[in-house]
Nanobody, 127 residues
Framework: QVQLVESGGGLVQAGGSLRLSCAAS????????MGWFRQAPGKEREFVVA????????LYADFVKGRFTISRDNPKNTGYLQMKSLKPEDTAVYYC????????????????????WGQGTQVTVSS
């Protein structure tokens, strides 16, 4: 079983930055594609960004392009989400998720396409 633990969330002013981490254990991290999703109060969970098992391909939601950067360090079993130029509308609980992927560059954007989830980390952006 895979365990995921997100960290790095917090309160930041608009225009500020945060770096989220997703630490994986229990399975080989490099056998999984990773996605970041977020969920604001009263809203559905939405796709933010994904990265393939090797890091060779990425896919960003339009609303974060140019502001967020996903990366992964497979030897450290950790993924990252660097967030810059944060806006109040970025306020949400951010979740990392993994989907089994041994090869290829496919990426997935629907929550039900991911098999393992972390508990989430709160990001609050004040205006």
């Amino acid at each position: 079983q895979v365990q995921l633990v997100e960290s790095g969330g917090g309160l930041v002013q608009a225009g500020g930055s945060l770096r989220l981490s997703c630490a994986a254990s229990g399975r080989t991290f490099s056998n999984y594609a990773m996605g970041w999703f977020r969920q604001a109060p009263g809203k559905e969970r939405e796709f933010v960004v994904a990265i393939s098992w090797s890091g060779g391909s990425t896919l960003y939601a339009d609303f974060v392009k140019g502001r967020f950067t996903i990366s992964r360090d497979n030897p450290k079993n950790t993924g990252y989400l660097q967030m810059k130029s944060l806006k109040p509308e970025d306020t949400a609980v951010y979740y990392c998720a993994l989907r089994l992927q041994f090869q290829g560059r496919s990426l997935w954007v629907l929550p039900n396409e991911y098999e393992h989830w972390g508990q989430g980390t709160q990001v609050t952006v004040s205006s």
